[in-house]
Nanobody, 117 residues
């Protein structure tokens, strides 16, 4: 099981980006998939979880929306009204069970989001 994040880039303040995290492999059950981010010099922090909206980071509430395509095993993060403090490497994390019953807890490679004028 692998996760591949994409969609990052450079955007001006107030702009939008949509990140994608595609899960691939012999996927049987996706227990959860979650977006995290890590800004320079800071610890990695949770942004949003596909099953627990209450866990959404207060800093992004009302601006970021998490959604998923269950048929294609893709998790999205729509980010609107981006601010310079949203600049970070964004990672997706998956808790996924494959057909053999093995449980994978895995990170995708990050995608850089830079918000700057």
């Amino acid at each position: 099981v692998q996760l591949q994040a994409s969609g990052g880039g450079l955007v001006e303040p107030g702009g939008s980006l949509r990140l994608s995290c595609a899960a691939s492999g012999t996927i049987w059950i996706i227990n959860t998939m979650t977006w995290y981010r890590q800004a320079p010099g800071k610890e990695r922090e949770l942004v949003a979880d596909m099953h627990n909206s209450a866990a959404t980071n207060d800093a992004v509430k009302g601006r970021f929306t998490i959604s998923r395509d269950d048929d294609r095993n893709i998790l999205y993060l729509q980010m609107n009204d981006l601010k310079p403090e949203d600049t970070a490497v964004y990672y997706c994390f998956g808790d996924i069970v494959d057909y053999s019953g093995y449980r994978h807890t895995t990170w995708g490679r990050g995608t850089q989001v830079t918000v700057s004028s």
